[in-house]
């Protein structure tokens, strides 16, 4: 027997997320069966434990996008009893059980070794939303991020003291970059700041309105994890031939820009997936989190939570209410 947050649906479509207990052979099928140690709470987790958001495909369902454990049995080669790996990604936690459980099984394509350096509850620290910030990171520095940033310029983090833009703050400075952290709460600054952002600039700042499409070329780059408005003032503030990585829509979906910015500024928008990564992406991501994520500022980021708290912080993290990581210990 084990445990896990168990979300019902009744005829009325109403759902009820409770602390269960399960056998093993209730698992979905998979060639790995890992004793899950720790997950976190997202966006989605937060949809998926509440009515669904259209994401989970059949109750009863077991949220928790991703999680980090030792293998317990396994028939693939790659994997062997008491291999640490983590799970990202894959639509688990939304079509196949996830990681809200003391147990999982799911298939060995979706998992990666643990890279060393890293614990297991260090790299639930991190999670999704830490390998979204890191394959934001890659994609602006393949498109030029280091020659647009040489002279000074800061790159823009919207969402800053959520967990995306937590890790792409602590990521960036870490690898000397110049920060500036565009959050909606004042109260946050502190903690910015000491995750390494060199300028906190307010949301409303960022969110009024302008009919100009192009404003002074401000920012070497742009990680978003905001969307809609946000961005679309972003874009037409964005350095001549700079990029955003759009990662996220916590501030809408609907992207009220122009093509200006484009046409005459050369700026890229660039869309990133934490979801479908291949195999070999998620490696080098998590590789290079153990080595360009300042562990010591890990910790700062860390809420912890035990399963019996899930139904108020999926609440919680709808309404933007979670400050940096939500870490899981599914055994406390
Ligand atoms: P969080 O809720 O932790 O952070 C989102 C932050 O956005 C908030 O903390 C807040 O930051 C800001 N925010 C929220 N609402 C608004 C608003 N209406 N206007 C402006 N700013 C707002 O979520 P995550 O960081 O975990 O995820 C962020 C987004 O990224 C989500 O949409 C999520 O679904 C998506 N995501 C996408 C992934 C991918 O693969 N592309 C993977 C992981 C997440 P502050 O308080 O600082 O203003």
Redesign the pocket.
């Given at each position: 027997m084990f445990n896990a947050l168990v979300v019902t649906r009744d005829e009325d479509k109403k759902t009820a997320a409770s602390v269960q207990s399960l056998e093993l052979d209730q698992l979905p099928e998979g060639n790995v069966t890992v004793a899950v140690e720790y997950s976190t709470v997202?966006?989605?987790d937060g949809l998926c434990i509440g009515p669904g958001g259209g994401l989970v495909r059949e109750y009863p369902h077991v949220p928790g996008i991703d999680f980090a454990g030792t293998v317990e049995s396994s028939d693939d080669d790659r994997y062997k009893e008491g291999d640490k790996v983590v799970l990202t990604g894959w639509r688990v936690g939304e079509a196949h059980w996830g990681g809200y459980a003391q147990k999982a099984r799911v298939k060995a394509d979706w998992l990666v070794p643990l890279p060393q350096g890293l614990t297991t509850r260090q790299s639930m620290a991190v999670g999704?939303?830490g390998l979204?910030a890191m394959l934001a990171v890659l994609a602006l520095e393949n498109h030029g991020l280091k020659q647009q940033a040489a002279d000074g310029s800061a790159v823009l983090v919207?969402?800053?003291?959520?967990?995306?833009?937590s890790v792409a703050t602590a990521i960036l400075a870490n690898l000397g970059y110049q920060v500036a952290a565009?959050?909606?709460?004042p109260d946050?600054s502190d903690y910015l700041t000491g995750l390494g952002a060199s300028q906190i600039v307010a949301?409303e700042e960022i969110?009024e309105t302008t009919k100009r499409p192009l404003e002074s070329e401000t920012w070497a780059g742009c990680v978003d994890?905001?969307g809609?408005a946000?961005l679309a003032r972003v874009l037409g503030q964005l350095k001549y031939g700079s990029s955003a990585a759009a990662?996220?829509?916590?501030?809408?979906a609907d992207l009220p820009a122009t093509v200006i910015p484009f046409l005459l500024r050369g700026v890229n928008l660039l869309g990133?997936?934490?979801?479908m990564q291949p195999y070999e992406n998620r490696l080098t991501a998590w590789q290079r989190i153990a080595t360009d994520l300042p562990l010591d500022k890990l910790e700062s980021m860390v809420q912890p939570a035990t399963l019996s708290d899930l139904p108020q912080l999926g609440k919680s993290?709808l309404k933007?209410g979670?400050m940096g990581r939500v870490v899981v210990d599914v055994n406390a």
């Open positions: 997202n966006y989605k999704t939303a979204t919207t969402g800053a003291a959520g967990g995306v833009g565009v959050t909606g709460r946050t949301r969110n994890a905001v809609g946000m990662i996220g829509l916590a501030g809408g990133i997936d934490s979801v993290i933007g979670v």
